[in-house]
């Protein structure tokens, strides 16, 4: 079992910046997959970023640049820093985590609780 918490999100102008994080219980030294998802109302949910635990990352066209996932090993936590907001971005934001990677919602066993992004015009 993996235990997912967030924390960050809330409201910022358009052009500013945020960041998240999501606190995970260890792996036991298992290989792993973190990644951040977000779902906007009435849209289906959408991949941003994924990050093994060699640190690879993998962006979705919509962030690359502008948004950045990285992870914190001593602390088990993973971050995405959100800059160059935009109003499009509001959304309800989800870390993930599993065993392995995926740009899939359905490939991430554990799942944080979300949190409200609402990026102002």
């Known amino acids: 079992q993996v235990d997912l918490v967030q924390s960050g999100g809330g409201s910022v102008q358009a052009g500013g910046s945020l960041r998240l994080s999501c606190s995970a219980s260890r792996f036991n030294d298992r290989s792993y997959c973190m990644g951040w998802f977000r779902q906007a109302s009435e849209k289906e949910r959408e991949d941003l970023a994924t990050i093994d635990n060699d640190g690879t990352t993998t962006y979705a066209d919509s962030v690359k640049g502008r948004f950045t996932i990285s992870q914190d090993n001593g602390k088990n936590t993973l971050y995405l820093q959100m800059n160059d907001l935009k109003p499009g971005d509001t959304a309800m934001y989800f870390c993930?985590?599993?065993?392995?990677?995926?740009?899939?919602?359905?490939?991430?066993?554990?799942r944080g609780q979300g949190t409200q992004v609402t990026v102002l015009p």
């Open positions: 993930a985590a599993d065993f392995s990677c995926s740009r899939l919602w359905s490939g991430f066993g554990y």
